[in-house]
C-alpha cells in the first residue's frame, strides 16, 4: 500500500504564489508516476500535471503550463507543486495521485493512478 498526504493549501490573492507538497510513503516505487488533480465545485476532477519519478519528466495541462511546476525529493519521497501567477479559476480542491503502471507518457486521466491523497483545499480570491 501507498500512502500520500498533500499540504499547503490555504488562501492566496490572485496573481499570488503557493506550493503544494505530497509525501508519499508505503511501498513507493521509482517507477511511479506521481500526478496532481484539482476540482473544482461541481465540476470533475482534472489533471494538472505530472512526473515520472525515475526519470523527472513532466507533463502538464494546457491551463497551468509556464504557470505550475513540478518538481520531486527523492531523499524524502516528497512531490512538489509550485504555483504561480494563480488566478480565481485556480480554486480547487487540489489532489496528489500515484500510478504504478508502465506507461509510455504520463498518464492525463484518473484511471490510471492507484492511489490518492485527501486532497487540500486552494482558494484564489481577493
Known amino acids: 500500500q501507498v500512502q500520500l498526504v498533500e499540504s499547503g493549501g490555504g488562501l492566496v490573492q490572485p496573481g499570488g504564489s503557493l506550493r503544494l507538497s505530497c509525501a508519499a510513503s508505503?511501498?513507493?516505487?521509482?517507477?511511479?508516476?506521481m500526478g496532481w488533480f484539482r476540482q473544482a465545485p461541481g465540476k470533475e476532477r482534472e489533471f494538472v500535471g505530472g512526473?515520472?519519478?525515475?526519470?523527472?519528466?513532466?507533463y502538464y495541462a494546457d491551463s497551468v503550463k509556464g504557470r505550475f511546476t513540478i518538481s520531486r525529493d527523492n531523499a524524502k519521497n516528497t512531490v512538489s507543486l509550485q504555483m504561480t501567477s494563480l488566478k480565481p479559476e485556480d480554486t480547487a480542491v487540489y489532489y496528489c495521485?500515484?500510478?504504478?503502471?508502465?506507461?509510455?507518457?504520463?498518464?492525463?486521466?484518473?484511471?490510471?493512478?492507484?492511489?490518492w491523497g485527501q486532497g487540500t483545499q486552494v482558494t484564489v480570491s481577493s
Open positions: 508505503g511501498r513507493i516505487s521509482n517507477s511511479f508516476v
Open positions: 495521485a500515484a500510478g504504478a503502471g508502465v506507461f509510455r507518457r504520463i498518464p492525463d486521466r484518473l484511471a490510471p493512478y492507484d492511489y
Open positions: 512526473m515520472s519519478w525515475s526519470a523527472g519528466t513532466t
